[in-house]
Every structure is written in C-alpha cells, then in structure tokens.
C-alpha cells in the first residue's frame, strides 16, 4: 500500500473507506487531491517568488557592501599616497637642510656682491673670479 499526506490530507491506493482511491474511492477523493495539489503548488510558487524577491535583496545589500568597501580602500589609498608624499617631500627638506649645512661648514666664500663670477679653486683655496673663456685657456697652453 502507498500512501500520500498533501496538504494535511491522506490519500491512499487502496480501499480504505475514508482515504482509499480504489474501489470507488477516486469518485470522491480524486477531485479535493487535485485541488490539494494545487493549493501546494501555488504555496510553492509563492515561496519561490518570496526567495527570489530576498535573494534579490541579498545581491543588492551586497552590492552596497562591495561599494562601500570599495570607496573605504580608496580612501585608505588616497591617504597613504598623501603620507607617501608627506614622507617624501620631508626627506627632501632633509636632504637640502644637510647640502646647505655641509656647503656652509666646507668654507665656501660668500656669495654676496659676485654676480657674474665663478668659484674657482687654486687645489688649496676657493674663491670667485671672473670665469675664463675656453679661447683664453687654449692660447695660454701655447696651442
């Protein structure tokens, strides 16, 4: 024997007198299964339909997530490029701070009032002149 619950009702194949199809049963049970089956599957459409709309719920927060994820690394990118620049523009300061520490403890002479001159060196002393032109120090060699 094979029966079947849908929708709180029993059914069977045999000749129960209250859930049997055969011997007759079918001319009164038949109709209200059918019906039974239908009620379930309308209930089952209307599940689906209630997944579909939560799942379409679902994708939409996520797609919120992902977004608000994406605009937070941004940020995050934006502001480590500005420490890098930050880093970068400190070292540089640094760097000149020291170059002009070094050339002003190296005894270079005063650059006031010598425009037009070049520092030259004797291999002893520095000091500005006016530069030499290439043409001077070719007939002074003797060329």
Excluded: C
């Excluded at 170059?99 to 500005?128: F, K, Y």
């Excluded at 530069?131 to 060329?143: H, I, M, N």
């Amino acid at each position: 024997m094979s029966s079947v619950t849908i929708n709180g009702h029993t059914y069977t194949d045999d000749s129960n007198a209250s859930t049997g199809l055969a011997a007759g049963g079918h001319r009164t049970r038949f109709i209200p299964l059918v019906a039974d089956v239908v009620t379930v599957s309308a209930e089952v459409e209307s599940d689906r339909a209630e997944v579909a709309v939560n799942t379409a719920t679902v994708v939409a927060d996520t797609a919120i997530v992902v977004a608000d994820t994406a605009t937070a690394v941004s940020s995050a990118a934006a502001a480590l490029v500005s420490q890098n620049a930050a880093a970068v523009s400190a070292a540089a300061a640094l760097v000149s701070e020291q170059n002009a520490q070094a050339i002003s403890e190296s005894g270079l002479p005063n650059q006031a009032g010598h425009d037009g001159h070049a520092l030259m060196s004797n291999g002893v002393n520095t000091l500005w002149q006016f530069p030499v032109s290439k043409a001077k120090l070719f007939f002074q060699a003797g060329w």
